[in-house]
């Protein structure tokens, strides 16, 4: 288990050491092949918990691990290409941070201790941030101060939140500890005023880390301003960390007895968050603002599942994984368009089809799997958790749920028609910049995976995602 | 006086440096106050936990903290605002006044609210909810309504101080390696914010959030 | 025995006072390097006024005469609800801090409304930031009078500084002391000392207290002066005994308060050498922070 932690952080290592500009791409590949592997080899052979039962490999990190190693090596394959484009600015910070990143994550899904979880988390956060100053702009100056305040402000609170759970351990009869499974075996024994203050501020902090309304405010300029393949990496891999930071909260909170109260505050979120994005989509003149707000939109419905429990819970998780692949796709592909006619902007993009003819098509297909369309997975997700909502007696949560979804398929797609939808002649054009196989290869694998996990959900998967939602207490 | 006496007169010290951050606009008094909230809370552990066996760990904790909170960071800051020659701070999003009251009603409402909710462990000093609540809400009107980036800064560290309070109360559980983790991310999260200040005067020539303003929807 | 020593003490308090400001300016001279005038001064400078004729200019009515007397006539009454020395005050009753505390507006009322009867615009900006500031200072004074109620159980001046001080002191120290810094910001603001105020400033745009009796003259002018010694005089009685915490009775008690009233002095003159004035748009942050100060000591004794 210490293999998928410690070997990006040795490459990364190697890729601060390297001096060679064009080489140092590489360490990123390699990374997440061995970090690949590693999981590959984890998954197979079912380890024991290591360093006490800090460490564990239990169904939540097999959710998340795999579809983040996966993801992080299509993100690797792409970066060859990117920065070889991007010879210019030096790639140093951004390989070594990019492998630091991995590890952190890794670190966050397999962690059973809540310190630990919460270091690593800030670590992702710290990692991040001079990544997206990589343009070297102005704006993305501005973006980058307003996610490291952001998160780091959302993260402090965290770890009040941290601290409030481990003193409800703290009485005399109580696990002090901040073990997972020590303080879920402790169950109602944790003080519960200290559980309830705990998770609204865990809440909150973990919340803001995944990009939960009205804790979103960074995401837009963040995801907005960065380069596509870090867009892809915090959008699909450390949202999905939040997400899983804060699944375990809730897993306390169950065996603790607040679970009704932890789930309402869940669900109520989730909904805002659907709400919020549906509002701001709507008209959205930036494309890859837009996708801010989808990822937005899609932490609403992993907060909404988790909150629903049951089937919904188990939704979620697939969800975890289908919204992760996704991301990809559209954050890789609009990173391609945005590239090649260097704009963002809806009214000076257009024709992506037919100048980019597999990114293009890549966009609008992974704009129709985000949104929810068959025989894409996010469908099958996004249903399961619907079937729970109805399931459970709760038709307004379920109306209000296919309510903002199609509010925000409407206002996304009228935003992703104007861009690839088309004549491009008179757009702005960048010379060299259409696409390759390793710019535009990467997008289409992660869109096949999609598709195929639509088509078709291998069985072990799903006891997985039941194994996981049955652990948080759904 | 008594080791509680001390240690309540030390409590008390940190809420009213609070009260100074919030008012004050000269940035090297505010850097100067924080620092010595956090080196006053670099001792606390030792103030509290002298009579418990592991003294060593205690120590090493305490020293650390004095280190990062009350000589690096503020060196770091103090090198911030001089590199970008700013010396005050421009009236913020809340006033000064409003700030102050709204810091002294914070506090207020936390010494109401943590009689409200009594420690798993009461044997502790009763002053450590409150003084963490405190210094945390004093923190975060200064990261919310300040318009330096340098006082944003500044408001965070105040934030953590707060939290380090509130861990205080489990220092007899919590793992070495936890705590020095949250110093070490600490040290981490302000040298990245240093680093970004740095390009922010060096692109804006300033260092006036208002500046930062160009994203919107 | 104790009406003669109330008497006394009142004696003690109609006579001693113009040595406080000598004590200020000699503390300020001293530590400036310079000689500095003798502690007496202000007695010589009261029996001069007093001798010369006085000048009214003819915009101004009675008020404007009237100013100075009342001044100087709320300004002693307070005195006698004042404890002094280690005895109780001449005069207590349930509350009576109150009326201290509005005996002394009642002065700075009438000072101001003499200085607007002059019909000068420049008196009247001197009185609108004497008032602007004073309505500051005063939410101050309560809130630390009030943490002393409630510190001693007592809600009269007497009671308050009387033998249930040294309990309340042992118990809640630190609430006491938060009031005692927060007193000491309310006597420099109440007696326009630096960093409130300058006395010795010559600037228009710079004075707030001195303009406002720029107009009086003569023995009108003594009367002012003397009223102001008065009121240095009460503001660190009450300090002193506040801060001193203990009950001496007799002469050794007696004794120890005027030393500490002349140490209060000094510690006046001591602030304003080191300091330098604030600029008028922070004196209300200072004032709001000192009653924010003693707003959190009664939290403290709330809990």
Not at chain 1, 54 to 73: H, N
Not at chain 1, 101 to 127: D, K, N, R, Y
Not at chain 1, 158 to 176: E, I, K, Q, S, V
Request: hydrophobic share 55%.
């Amino acid at each position: 288990m210490f293999f998928v932690i410690l070997a990006p952080l040795a490459l990364a290592a190697v890729a601060f050491a390297v001096p060679s500009q064009g080489r140092r791409p590489l360490a990123l590949l390699a990374g997440g092949l061995l970090h690949l592997a590693g999981v590959t080899a984890l998954w197979l052979a079912r380890p024991a918990p290591v360093l006490g039962g800090w460490l564990e490999l239990d169904p939540l990190a097999r959710v998340v691990l795999p579809m983040t190693s996966v993801l992080f090596c299509v993100c690797a394959v792409y970066a060859q290409g990117y920065l070889a484009r991007r010879a210019e600015r030096d790639n140093r910070v951004f390989v070594g941070g990019l492998l630091v990143l991995l590890s952190a994550m890794t670190v966050v899904a397999l962690s059973q201790h809540l310190g630990l979880l919460w270091v690593a988390i800030e670590l992702t956060t710290l990692t991040t941030a001079p990544l997206i100053y990589f343009d070297k702009s102005a704006r993305s100056l501005e973006a980058a101060w307003k996610y490291l305040l952001v998160c780091s402000l959302g993260i402090a609170l965290a770890l009040l939140g941290t601290f409030f759970l481990a003193l409800a351990g703290a009485g005399p009869g109580g696990p002090r500890s901040l073990l997972l499974a020590d303080l879920t075996r402790a169950g109602v024994a944790l003080s519960s005023p200290w559980v309830r203050a705990g998770f609204v501020f865990l809440l909150v902090g973990y919340g803001t880390k995944m990009g939960l309304a009205p804790l979103h405010s960074w995401k837009p300029d963040a995801y907005g301003e960065a380069p596509g393949l870090l867009g892809a990496l915090l959008s699909g891999g450390v949202t999905s960390v939040g997400f899983i930071a804060l699944a375990r909260v809730v897993q306390v909170c169950s065996a603790a007895g607040e679970s009704a109260f932890a789930r309402d505050a869940l669900v109520g979120m989730g909904l805002l968050s659907m709400a919020l994005a549906a509002v701001f989509m709507i008209g959205q003149r930036d494309f890859k603002r837009m996708l801010a707000y989808s990822s937005v939109e899609h932490m609403g419905i992993l907060a909404l599942g988790l909150g629903l429990g049951g089937a919904a819970a188990s939704g979620a998780m697939f969800h975890t994984v289908n919204n992760g692949l996704t991301k990809g796709v559209l954050f890789l592909a609009a990173g391609n368009i945005h590239r090649s006619y260097g704009s963002k902007r809806v009214d000076e993009v257009r024709g992506a089809a037919r100048r980019l003819p597999i990114s293009g098509p890549l966009f609008l297909a992974g704009f129709l799997a985000v949104t929810g369309s068959p025989p894409f997975s996010p469908f099958f997700s996004e249903f399961s958790i619907l079937n729970g909502a109805l399931g459970s007696g709760r038709w307004v949560v379920g109306g209000l749920y296919l309510f903002f979804l199609s509010v925000i398929f409407v206002g996304m797609g009228a935003t992703v028609l104007k861009v690839v939808q088309g004549d491009p002649t008179g757009a702005p054009e960048v010379p060299a910049s259409g696409d390759t196989w390793l710019t535009a290869g990467p997008p289409l694998l992660l869109l096949g995976l999609v598709l195929l996990l639509g088509l078709f959900l291998p069985r072990e998967l799903k006891l997985v995602f039941d194994a996981a939602a049955a652990r948080v207490g759904g | 006086m008594r080791m509680s006496a001390w240690t309540e007169m030390v409590f008390i010290l940190v809420v009213v440096l609070d009260f100074f951050l919030l008012a004050s606009s000269r940035l090297k008094a505010v850097i100067r106050a924080a620092a010595a909230q956090g080196a006053l809370l670099a001792v606390m552990p030792l103030l509290l936990a002298w009579h418990t066996t592991e003294l060593g760990h205690v120590l090493a904790l305490s020293i650390g903290a004095l280190v990062v909170k009350g000589i690096v960071i503020p060196r770091l800051l103090l090198w911030a605002i001089r590199e970008a020659s700013i010396r005050r701070e421009v009236e913020p999003i809340v006033g000064f006044i409003p700030s102050l009251i709204l810091g002294g009603v914070g506090v207020a409402l936390a010494f109401a609210f943590s009689s409200a909710m009594p420690l798993p462990t009461p044997e502790q000093h009763a002053f450590i909810v409150p003084t963490a609540l405190s210094t945390v809400w004093t923190g975060l009107l200064l990261v919310v309504s300040r318009r330096k980036a340098v006082s944003q800064v500044i408001g965070f560290l105040v934030l953590e101080n707060g939290v380090f309070v509130f861990g205080l109360l489990l220092s007899d559980f919590m793992p070495a390696m936890v705590e020095a983790g949250v110093l070490l991310d600490l040290f981490a999260a302000v040298f990245v914010m240093g680093i970004v200040m740095f390009h922010i005067n060096r692109e804006f020539s300033s260092l006036d959030t208002e500046k930062l303003s160009v994203l919107k929807d | 025995m104790t009406i003669l020593q109330s008497l006394a003490y009142l004696a003690l308090f109609l006579v001693l006072p113009p040595l406080l400001p000598g004590v200020v300016n000699r503390v300020k001279s001293r530590l400036a390097g310079r000689q500095g005038p003798p502690l007496w001064q202000l007695y010589a400078d009261l029996a001069r006024l007093a001798r010369k004729g006085a000048v009214y200019s003819r915009t101004t009515t009675w008020v404007f005469r009237a100013g100075p007397v009342v001044g100087l006539a709320a300004v002693a009454s307070a005195g006698l609800l004042m404890a002094f020395g280690g005895a109780p005050a001449a005069l207590s009753f349930a509350g009576d801090f109150i009326l201290f505390a509005y005996l002394l507006a009642l002065a700075r009322f009438a000072t101001v409304l003499a200085a607007l009867d002059t019909g000068s615009s420049f008196e009247g900006m001197g009185a609108a930031r004497e008032v602007t500031f004073a309505s500051l200072a005063e939410p101050a004074l309560f809130l630390c009078l009030i943490t002393l109620a409630r510190a001693t159980g007592s809600i009269s001046l007497s009671g308050m500084l009387g033998p249930a001080l040294p309990l309340a002191w042992s118990r809640a120290a630190p609430a006491l002391l938060l009031a005692a810094i927060a007193l000491f910001v309310v006597a420099l603001a109440e007696n326009a000392r630096i960093p409130v105020d300058d006395p010795n400033t010559h600037l228009e745009l710079t004075m707030i207290h001195e303009v406002m009796v720029l107009d009086h003259s003569g023995p009108d002018l003594a009367l002012i002066l003397y009223g102001a010694s008065l009121k240095l005089f009460l503001f660190g009685a009450l300090f002193v005994r506040l801060v001193l915490g203990f009950s001496v009775q007799g002469l050794a008690g007696l004794g120890v308060f005027l030393a500490g009233v002349v140490a209060f002095a000094a510690l006046i003159g001591v602030v304003e050498s080191i300091m330098a004035r604030l600029r008028l748009v922070r004196v209300p942050q200072l004032l709001v922070g000192a009653s924010v100060l003693s707003a959190f000591g009664l939290v403290l004794l709330l809990r």
